[in-house]
Each structure stands twice: as structure tokens, then as C-alpha cells.
């Protein structure tokens, strides 16, 4: 009789203990599972893509400064320098190549400046007045790029903004509000209320 006794004591407590997790689980904020978002770039640690345009100084030597587009294949096209691969590299890992480059074959010790001149654009699509392609500036969220793209239309959901950025990681999908940074080539959708 005192081993059913204790039998259905321990498996109350046990019932009990189960009952309170699962108490706890209810009340838990459902934000605990989701992953958390992918860390935002930084401009300078922002990757130079096909597009780009970037202007190449070395100073005292205007023959080997220049502006240029990054073409389809990566590659940045410099005079006397020659092709040098600049996707996927920051300003300041292009720069590095570009004083290496000087350096060995032509100018001992160069100062070389990068600057982006143009970045590639960013993509305002969905319920916006005139959706389409933007030249990226500096300082950008969303909501200016809204505003860039002639502001919302009147079925806008504007609280739903759905941010789609291309990562060294990969592609990224994710809802975002409209203080949000914009970077080049972001893909910006305003989705439509239906009420």
C-alpha cells in the first residue's frame, strides 16, 4: 500500500512539474524562438559589386588616376595598371590591391585613395506611386526611399516592409520598419492592405 501511496505522490509532483513548464512555455514571449535578424553592414564594410563606380587617385600621378565602372566580370580597368578584381572587395581592401599594385611596378610608396563615386541602385517595388529603380545616397532609410519612389500609395500597408539584401552570407528576406538603413541593391517592397 505504501509503495501505490508513493507512486501516485511522485506522479502528481511530476504532473505538477509538467504543468508549470508548460504554464511558463505559454507565457513566454514568442519572439524567444525566431532567430534574430542578420547583423547590418556598415557603409565601409559595404562589398563592391558589378556596377559600381569608384574613383581611383593616386596623388602627384594623374596617369594612373581614374574613374571606373566595375564590369559584369568584377574586374576594374585602371590606365597603365591594367584589369585589377574589385568585387567583393571594400573600399579599403581595393585600395590595398591598388597601392600593391603601384607600388611594385610603377611608384615606390603611393598614396591611393578610393572613393565610391556610385554605388549600385536600390529597388522600391509594391504599393508605392512610382516603383522602380534609385540611385543610392548616404544616410538612406526607408523611409526616404519611400519618398523617393513618389510615396505611398493610398492601399499602402505601411507598416509592412518587406527588405530583400543580398549578404556575403547570402540572400536575406525579412520585414523591416521604416527607419531601416537602405544599402546599394537593397529590394524594397511595400506590400497592399486589403482593408
Known amino acids: 500500500m505504501r509503495n501505490i501511496m508513493r507512486y501516485a505522490s511522485n506522479r502528481v509532483a511530476v504532473l505538477g512539474l509538467l504543468g508549470i513548464c508548460l504554464a511558463l512555455a505559454a507565457c513566454a514571449s ?4 525566431e532567430l534574430p535578424p542578420p547583423a547590418t553592414p556598415t557603409i565601409a564594410e559595404y562589398r563592391l559589386v558589378s556596377g559600381d563606380r569608384v574613383a581611383v587617385t593616386v596623388f602627384g600621378h594623374k596617369e594612373l588616376s581614374a574613374i571606373v565602372d566595375i564590369a559584369d566580370d568584377g574586374m576594374l580597368e585602371l590606365p597603365l595598371v591594367g584589369k585589377i578584381e574589385a568585387r567583393g572587395k571594400t573600399a579599403l581592401g581595393l585600395r ?22 556610385r554605388y549600385q541602385p536600390f529597388y522600391v517595388l509594391g504599393e508605392v506611386n512610382t516603383p522602380g529603380s ?13 519618398a523617393e519612389a513618389g510615396g505611398f500609395t493610398r492601399r499602402a500597408a505601411k507598416t509592412q516592409v518587406q527588405l530583400t539584401r543580398r549578404t556575403e552570407h547570402g540572400q536575406t528576406v525579412r520585414d523591416v520598419s521604416l527607419d531601416t538603413a537602405v544599402f546599394p541593391g537593397d529590394v524594397i517592397e511595400i506590400k497592399r492592405r486589403w482593408f
Open 134 to 146: 534609385y540611385d543610392f545616397m548616404l544616410g538612406l532609410n526607408m523611409r526616404k526611399a519611400v
Open 96 to 117: 590595398a590591391l591598388v597601392t600593391e599594385v603601384v607600388d611594385r611596378n610603377y611608384v615606390i610608396d603611393p598614396k591611393v585613395d578610393i572613393v565610391i563615386a
Open 30 to 33: 514568442p519572439e524567444v524562438d
